[in-house]
């Protein structure tokens, strides 16, 4: 079985005035169908632009990735938007710090949304379940003023869910919530792993929230340890 | 499921107070497009009207002011200037003459008209001509004077009800000491004659003292006669003007023009402080969901997406603003009315702001693609921004 991700040297170099400053350092990494991997690092460490070039949301500077067995960056070259935006549809969901939930939208429409601009076969069959899943069933008709915030995170995750990706990127998901919301958010990220088989890549700095996840590697200066291959 | 037009609309619901003084911006300046097109439409309209209703196609007047003879014509003004009854004799010779109508017009001061006083007009006509060429009026009581010395009136629908006078009843000139019968009142026609008192020519002229004198002659032409032909040769005639119906039309449009533009102006300048508004709302809106932007990419929303989310945001703004202008002008186009025959030297009677369904579709349809236009440049600048950059700049 093709692994999810598969990264090589992968590397990101910005350029800021008239200094590089390199903030992924020749990552190679890899994580198998229905892992669940989590990066931690201090602020600074690169642990967002690796998930961010994992997951498609940016360009490498070099190095090849590999997205369920197909290449998608190959040293150096990089995609337009829009084939970026393509391999998004297919593969990924993400879940971030801010839930970014359309205020006017009740939690349903909020879920639904990503139908607006595309919906993978079936996916609508599964709308139901997927609120269900996340513990929204009586929150449905709710606006997002009217929950809380470990509920509005719910929400941003069943939306992330919804089109039914390949990989969960969650970017510390837990940022904005209390030590008791934070703990549902992570049960919830380890039980759509384990019961559901999705892949999940999860970024946090709260080594306890790391801790759930089957490999925990941390970054530094932009590294990964020899041994976070796989 | 939910459609991007239910996106966009809810989305505009989260700034209420911005999205409702957008509106307000795009629907005045859609008020002024459809009065403006309307004012145009009604007034070339009232004036064909009037004209068609004179029932003659030339009117020949004493030499002086051409706008003094085009308001003659219509409306009956002061300062008269007076010619000779010959003149009637002559032009009846002509050719190409089907008929004519000597007229004489003479305006009292009445002391108990309104509060303080006002004008009326009595106009003389020849009770051998002028029933025949103004067929199109019909009576409402009585009929015409037959004896052309008769002491006798026949009252627009107008006056009639302003002297509160009927069919049979006796009526008195302020200043003079004759008594008059009321033998006719007209119909309500929607112009002029509506406000006139007719008279028998030679009594008018026996009363005010002119005698063989004349303020107009209306002139009937032969069907298949030259018009041109015939009016270069009225040209000749010695101390008289001749004003054609579309002398007429073209010095009243004329006199219009200025004010016509003068409006237009404005709402040109409405309409492109309203195409600021939009770009401005929507930009700001835009640039406020910047992250929101970038996440709905990351869901998978293509540029295109994007793009058209933020255009229905302005298709919805800009048609509410065209629908609610449009209905604010239909509302208040009576009282635009009144403004404008403040304003105008002339206006013609009946409504001067025609607003039909053609033209609430076609103002609804250009405010709605005057704000298209203006909303591509905020739709295109959200549809490119990159969903990093924007996740980016919520942590900075």
């Avoid at chain 1, 607006?116 to 929204?136: C, H, N, Q, R, S």
């Avoid at chain 2, 008020?31 to 003659?56: H, K, M, P, Q, T």
């Amino acid at each position: 079985m093709e692994p999810s991700i598969r990264a090589i040297s992968l590397k990101k170099t910005y350029h800021v005035g008239s200094e590089d400053i390199t903030a992924v350092d020749d990552v190679s990494l890899k994580v198998e169908q229905g892992e669940f991997i989590s990066f931690i690092g201090p602020s600074g460490s690169g642990k967002t632009t690796l998930v961010n070039i994992l997951g498609c949301l940016d360009n490498p500077s070099s190095g090849e990735l590999w997205l369920t067995g197909r290449k998608v960056f190959d040293q150096g070259k990089t995609l337009s938007e829009s084939e970026l935006t393509r391999i998004r549809r297919e593969i990924f969901g993400y879940v971030f710090q801010k839930f970014y939930l359309i205020p006017t939208l009740n939690v349903l429409e909020n879920v639904v949304l990503p139908f607006t601009f595309y919906k993978k076969e079936g996916a609508e069959k599964k709308v139901d379940e997927v609120i269900d899943l996340l513990g929204l069933t009586k929150r449905k008709r709710h606006l997002p003023g009217q929950i809380s915030g470990g509920e509005m995170q719910r929400v941003a995750i069943a939306r992330a869910l919804i089109n039914n990706p390949r990989i969960l990127i969650a970017d510390e998901p837990t940022g904005n919530l209390d030590t008791k919301r934070s703990r549902e958010i992570g049960m919830l990220l380890k039980e759509l792993n384990q019961r559901h088989g999705l892949t999940v890549v999860l970024v946090t700095h709260n080594p306890g929230l790391a801790g759930i996840a089957g490999r925990v590697i941390e970054l530094t200066d932009g590294k990964t340890p020899a041994a976070a291959v796989g | 499921m939910i459609r991007i037009y239910q996106v966009a609309y809810k989305n505009l619901l989260r700034k209420k107070t911005r999205s409702g003084l957008t509106i307000i911006g795009i629907a005045l300046a859609a008020w002024v497009l459809v009065s403006l097109l309307g004012f145009n439409a009604g007034y070339e309209s009232s004036l064909n009207r009037d004209i068609d209703s004179l029932g003659y196609q030339m009117l020949v007047t004493a030499k002086g002011c051409p706008y003094e003879a085009a308001t003659l014509m219509l409306k009956g003004g002061t300062g008269l200037k007076y010619m000779k009854k010959e003149i009637a004799d002559e032009i009846s010779k002509e050719p190409e003459v089907d008929g004519i109508t000597s007229m004489l017009m003479h305006a009292v001061f009445d002391p108990n008209k309104g509060e303080s006083g006002g004008i009326t007009a009595y106009l003389g006509v020849d009770p051998a001509t002028f029933p025949g060429m103004k067929s199109s009026l019909e009576f409402q009581q009585g009929e015409w004077f037959t004896d052309p010395e008769a002491p006798e009136v026949v009252m627009g629908y107008e006056a009639a009800e302003l002297e509160q006078r009927e069919a049979g009843d006796k009526f008195i000139i302020p200043g003079q000491d004759a008594e008059f019968d009321v033998v006719g009142i007209l119909k309500r026609t929607g112009t002029q004659d509506d406000g006139t008192i007719f008279m028998p020519l030679n009594t008018v002229q026996n009363l005010f003292g002119f005698k063989d004198e004349l303020t107009g002659i209306g002139v009937k032409i032969n069907k298949d006669a030259d018009i041109t032909q015939f009016e270069e040769k009225m040209y000749k005639l010695p101390d008289v003007q001749v004003v054609s119906l579309s002398q007429v039309k073209q010095t009243i449009m004329t006199l219009v023009s200025t004010a016509k533009v003068m409006v237009f102006s404005i709402a040109v300048i409405a309409i492109l402080i309203s195409i600021v508004g939009v770009i401005n709302t929507i930009l700001m809106s835009v640039m406020e969901r910047m992250q929101e932007i970038g996440i709905l990419k990351s869901m998978g929303a293509t540029a295109w997406d994007v793009f058209k989310l933020i255009w229905f945001e302005t298709l919805i703004l800009c048609f509410s603003g065209g629908v609610a202008g449009t209905i604010l002008a239909l509302g208040t186009s009576k009282f635009a009315e009144i403004l404008i025959r403040s304003i105008l030297p002339y206006a013609p009677s009946g409504g001067l702001i025609k607003i039909d369904i053609s033209l609430v579709i076609a103002s609804i349809a250009v405010v709605t693609f005057i704000g298209l236009i203006s909303g591509i440049f905020p739709s295109w600048k959200a549809g490119r921004v990159k969903p990093l950059e924007a996740i980016r700049s919520q942590v900075e």
